[in-house]
């Protein structure tokens, strides 16, 4: 058997993991702006500590 075949699976989760928390990331970042566009104060702050959240999860990886 070829060792190229043979893969860590627990690598494989964590960059499937970091994929999307940075697309969540992005994601939050372009509502953020959106909620500033419309000038409401309480959606942007929900979803800054949301936005802190994940960044946080992705330091951890």
């Keep these: 058997m070829d060792?190229?075949?043979i893969t860590n699976p627990s690598s494989g989760?964590?960059?499937s993991?970091?994929?999307c928390l940075k697309d969540q990331q992005c994601s939050l970042n372009m509502r953020i702006r959106?909620?500033?566009q419309i000038h409401d104060t309480r959606v942007c702050e929900d979803l800054e500590?949301?936005?802190q959240e994940v960044t946080e999860q992705i330091d951890i990886l």
Aim: proline letters at 0%; zero cysteines; charged letters at 40%.
């Design 17 to 19: 993991r970091y994929t």
């Design 13 to 15: 989760i964590r960059k």
């Design 49 to 51: 500590k949301e936005l």
């Design 3 to 5: 060792n190229k075949q």
């Design 34 to 36: 959106l909620a500033m």
